[in-house]
């Protein structure tokens, strides 16, 4: 995967997020030692005179023919799998386009966020650099600026010599972030609370069941900002649990649900499916029939049988007008277990459908070609 360096750490190959003589090219930086980075970690690195964005590919880096540069940090931890990096590797070959914007089409909305940088001021650092902190354990880079500007910058760089000041780079919060919603849940226990909301709130819900205050709220016929109160007063004695739950926004949430499929296979159709169960890996097979011949029943039936294998399924279609109909078909069969990937969704729906992928949580992926970027296992 690397090389060693005689200089000390590891020569990786790295695609940056930036315009290069050949655009589908990576670069060779060394990994100090210490800096630890796998394949598909997002990292920050030197780039003519500024920090650029740069994604760490697999494969043994070049053995340099000149001074090799550090990675400045490592921001993340890999969101990318080996297979979806050669993926855009083969893509920018193919193409001639910028291999860093191809690895950036596969990551989630908001995680291409600007890298910040961040200060903490040791234990033995003078009180005006701790005092920047506050209640937090680092201060940013403009406070860091404004300091300078104080101080004199002869001082700040002796702090920073002498290990007094540290300075470490991260990813900024995404923009699109998860969607969370508050719940409430009954905890075992005796004894009627004094409160009339209290036993009210009490009388909605069943222990070890915890559901949205808001849909408790409709139960009760009560505001939720008029339970919240006496819920924190349950929860203060023992008798609730609040918390705070993600709530990935559902692409389909506006649509009826379907029953799933009944009808049995015809004899064409079992042979089919047979024949699709039966091929190699890497071979493709041809389904060919009219219009309304019963294709997309073939499709569902192999399907089912990859997923019942323990294995992952995706559907492309061609256009984003197809989505629904399909979408209808796959989730009367797969529940929530699907998930749904194109350009029509918003950067909140993308966020939540590829992080729910990424979990693990998704059986089934359908979209348009840019599906084939999600990081189904």
């Known amino acids: 995967m690397t090389a060693d360096s005689p200089a000390g750490g590891r020569l990786v190959r790295v695609a940056v997020a930036a315009q290069a003589d050949r655009p589908e090219r ?6 100090p030692a210490g800096m630890d980075g796998d394949p598909g970690a997002l990292l920050l690195v030197p780039y003519g005179r500024r920090q650029a964005l740069g994604y760490l590919m697999p494969a ?4 340099p023919t000149a001074t090799v540069r550090e990675v ?3 921001v993340s931890e890999p969101m990318l799998s080996v297979e979806l ?24 909305p908001g995680l291409e966020s600007r890298i910040e940088r961040r200060w903490q001021a040791s234990i033995d650092a003078p009180p005006e650099f701790r005092a920047l902190m506050g209640d937090e354990d680092s201060f940013t880079d403009g406070a860091y600026r404004r300091l300078v500007g104080r101080v004199g910058r002869t001082v700040v760089d002796r702090a920073q010599r002498d290990g007094l000041l540290i300075g470490t780079w991260r990813l900024q919060p995404a923009r699109v972030v998860e969607r969370r919603i508050r719940t409430i849940e009954r905890l ?3 004894g009627e609370p004094r409160g009339s909301l209290q036993r009210t709130i009490l009388a909605g819900l069943v222990p070890g069941n915890p559901v949205p205050l808001a849909s408790l709220s409709e139960r009760t016929g009560r505001p939720a900002s008029a339970l919240l109160a006496p819920a924190r007063a349950l929860e203060a004695a023992g008798r609730v649990r609040l918390a705070w739950t993600a709530d990935p926004r559902d692409p389909l949430a506006h649509r009826l649900a379907r029953p799933g499929p009944t009808d049995t296979l015809a004899p064409e159709q079992l042979a089919a499916t047979a024949a699709i169960g039966d091929l190699a890996d890497g071979r ?3 389904l060919e029939g009219i219009a309304a011949s019963g294709k997309t029943e073939v499709y569902l039936a192999a399907i089912q049988r990859t997923v019942a294998e323990g294995k992952s399924a995706m559907v492309l279609v061609p256009e984003l007008s197809l989505i629904p109909q399909m979408a209808d ?27 729910r992928i990424r979990r693990g949580e998704v059986d089934v992926v359908l979209g348009t070609r840019s599906a084939v970027f999600t990081p189904l296992a």
């Open 60 to 63: 043994q880096a070049e053995t």
């Open 188 to 190: 075992p226990g005796e």
């Open 329 to 355: 078909r796959l989730r009367a069969t797969f529940g929530d277990r699907l998930a749904i990937l194109h350009s029509g969704l918003s950067a909140g729906e993308r966020h939540d459908q590829w992080w």
């Open 85 to 108: 990096l050669n993926l855009a590797e083969m893509v920018a070959i193919y193409y001639r386009a910028p291999l860093g914007e191809a690895v950036a089409a596969m990551l989630p």
């Open 284 to 286: 493709a097979l041809l």
């Open 26 to 31: 990576t670069f060779t930086y060394r990994l």
């Open 72 to 74: 400045t940090a490592v």
